[in-house]
T-cell receptor, first 112, second 115 residues
């Protein structure tokens, strides 16, 4: 079936180090959203990417959508303890019926 | 107001109980969603309502029954649940301007425990 995998599954970094999570879909996506879920919290929207090859920045966060619209990445520069949480990508498949799929998530821990 | 509210925050119910989860949004969004999220897993889509009509049911068992009384409210009626239904139930909404694949705004969720 249609899947959206994220790697790594877990990442522990020292505060100040960079972090990247990769999102890979088995099928082409019309767009992609990134969400952050803090421990005990709910998913909070971060950004949406629509165009092939699109790059967007939000302060220390850089988001990229692949040329084939099947993968995406989120890079955090100089992590802070407030970056702790699980990062999910989610996207709308282009084929067949409506299918909005969340990625498997990457859980980030930042050590002070 | 960019908030989606959900009640109750926590719910404990027996397998023979009937209970309801409630969700409300005042952003003028025309689509509302129910998701189920197990620990350390991504949210799984259950139902989508657009313009108050059920547009997607992801083969959810009939013990879960959604209802959309108006464009701001979404309920999830629960009956005869199983312990494996224990999870965080998330409600979300989106404008439905493009019809699909839109940014969704999530409520804080209801943590459900079925005994």
């Amino acid at each position: 079936g249609q899947q959206v995998m994220q790697i790594p599954q877990y990442q522990h970094v020292q505060e100040g180090e960079d972090f990247t999570t990769y999102c890979n879909s088995s099928t082409t996506l019309s767009n992609i959203q990134w969400y952050k879920q803090r421990p005990g919290g709910h998913p909070v929207f971060l950004i949406q990417l629509v165009k092939s090859g699109e790059v967007k920045k939000q302060k220390r966060l850089t988001f990229q959508f692949g040329e084939a619209k099947k993968n995406s990445s989120l890079h955090i520069t100089a992590t802070q303890t407030t970056d702790v949480g699980t990062y999910f990508c989610a996207g709308q498949t282009l084929s067949g019926t409506y299918k909005y799929i969340f990625g498997t998530g990457t859980r980030l821990k930042v050590l002070a | 107001d960019t908030e989606v509210t959900q009640t109750p925050k926590h719910l404990v119910m027996g397998m023979t109980n009937k209970k309801s989860l409630k969700c409300e949004q005042h952003m003028g969004h025309r689509a509302m969603y129910w998701y189920k999220q197990k620990a350390k897993k991504p949210p799984e889509l259950m139902f989508v309502y657009s313009y108050e009509k059920l547009s997607i049911n992801e083969s959810v068992p009939s013990r879960f029954s959604p209802e959309c009384p108006n464009s701001s409210l979404l309920n999830l009626h629960l009956h005869a649940l199983q312990p494996e239904d224990s999870a965080l139930y998330l409600c979300a909404s989106s404008p439905w301007e493009s019809g699909r694949g839109e940014t969704q705004y999530f409520g804080p969720g209801t943590r459900l425990l079925v005994l």
